[in-house]
């Protein structure tokens, strides 16, 4: 049982056309910004479709738990250096910053929105 691999949940189409593209698009526009570097927005928003396509894939595949992830992010390091044409190391940092700032975002929001129902009852 400890070798078992097992397939994430796999996200439904519009999943990702709804929520990976936007927060991909979210992530290189922070991170890059972060760096102080102006993104295109259609070049952020073509990276964020094709990351939102391979996410969609990626997903359904047998992994090892978090292998998903790793997958994700060097994928959209090596898209978003093909076509910004940035060094690897500032393409690979600046979609971890942008990654971290909407972990962060999105903790916070979790915290305020859920944090706080249990004071309605």
Same mark, same amino acid.
């Given at each position: ?22 927060? &991909?698009? =979210? *992530?290189?526009? #922070?991170?890059?910004?972060?760096? %102080? ?6 070049? !952020? ?31 959209? &390091?090596? =898209? *978003?250096?093909? #076509?910004?044409?940035?060094?690897? %190391? ?6 971890? !910053? ?24």
């Amino acid at each position: 049982m400890a070798n078992e691999v097992r397939c994430l949940y796999p996200i439904p189409w519009y999943v990702a056309l709804l929520e990976t593209v936007p927060e &991909t698009f =979210l *992530v290189i526009k #922070l991170g890059f910004k972060l760096f %102080g570097t102006d993104v295109d927005t259609k070049k !952020a928003l073509l990276i964020s479709l094709m990351n939102g396509i391979f996410t969609y894939f990626v997903r359904k595949m047998p992994l090892v738990f978090g292998l998903h992830t790793i997958a994700i992010i060097l994928f959209l &390091t090596l =898209l *978003v250096k093909a #076509l910004l044409k940035h060094s690897t %190391g500032y393409c690979f940092a600046s979609v971890a !910053a942008g990654g971290m700032i909407l972990g962060v975002l999105q903790s916070t929001v979790l915290f305020f929105v859920f944090g706080n129902i249990q004071h309605c009852r």
